[in-house]
């Protein structure tokens, strides 16, 4: 089982910037993949970024060139960095693991964070 904490969330206006972490314990950060979901109210949780054991990285069209995510194995962290937000990007992110790759499937998703709240202001 493994343990994650988000931290990074707020309040931040229209073209704003936000970096996200989330940090690892309980199992060899290393050997899973990890990846954010975000959910809106009234919506489903989605995909936002994925990245696995190899460092290899995933997006959603939605954010490609935008959002980018990266891993520190010896920290245990993974980060979204979170540049030109938009009022859409509002929600509450969430990460996970998983083993072998990244999914957009959040139902094969067996361990998350408790998520963090991402407001952009327009």
């Known amino acids: 089982q493994v343990q994650l904490v988000e931290s990074g969330g707020g309040l931040v206006q229209a073209g704003g910037s936000l970096r996200l972490s989330c940090a690892a314990s309980?199992?060899?950060?290393?050997?899973?993949?990890m990846a954010w979901f975000r959910q809106a109210p009234g919506k489903e949780r989605d995909f936002v970024a994925g990245i696995n054991i190899g460092g290899r990285t995933y997006y959603a069209d939605s954010v490609k060139g935008r959002f980018t995510i990266s891993r520190d194995n010896v920290k245990n962290t993974v980060y979204l960095q979170m540049n030109s937000l938009n009022p859409e990007d509002t929600a509450v992110y969430y990460c996970a693991t998983r083993n072998l790759l990244p999914s957009v499937k959040a139902i094969e998703y067996p361990n998350w964070g408790q998520g963090t709240q991402v407001t952009v202001s327009s």
């Open positions: 309980g199992r060899t950060f290393s050997s899973v993949a």
